[in-house]
């Protein structure tokens, strides 16, 4: 850090030098994801095939017991979701969501050990669907 120098995170908000700046960012992002998620997803539930996988990140994400590692790399596939300026904008019929599907699909790739069958359970409660049974193979 440089001297007199204020630090930010990736949003461009000052990071508080008593913390560290990781664990910050970390903060922020799940903050982020915990304001606007929800909204962002009503609009758009409808138009994307992805919508039960994407439910499984954001509550397998948000779970406590979830390593700190896995919650930060499906916070930052969260955050693209959310984030209204990307690769391919949202509001291009048939293409705006296929970036946002692409770092999703990678991420859960990377970390589909952690996805519990509590996180798709609830994911699939969200979407008003029978809940997988949580002890089928493959779950």
């Excluded at 994400?61 to 596939?77: I, N, Q």
Aim: proline share 6%.
């Amino acid at each position: 850090m440089n001297a007199g120098r204020d630090e930010t995170d990736e949003f461009g908000e000052p990071c508080d030098d008593s913390r560290n700046k990781d664990e910050f960012a970390l903060t922020r992002r799940e903050q982020k994801v915990r304001g606007e998620f929800w909204d962002k997803f009503k609009r758009v539930a409808r138009r994307i095939p992805f919508a039960e996988d994407l439910l499984a990140a954001y509550y397998c994400a948000m779970d406590a017991r979830t390593p700190l590692r896995v919650r930060t790399m499906l916070l930052g596939a969260l955050v693209y979701f959310i984030m209204p300026i990307d690769a391919i904008p949202d509001i291009i019929a048939g293409l705006g969501f296929t970036d946002d599907a692409a770092v999703l699909a990678a991420v859960i790739a990377l970390v589909s050990q952690h996805i519990q069958p509590r996180h798709r359970a609830a994911a699939a409660r969200a979407l008003g669907k029978e809940p997988p049974d949580e002890d089928a193979p493959g779950v």
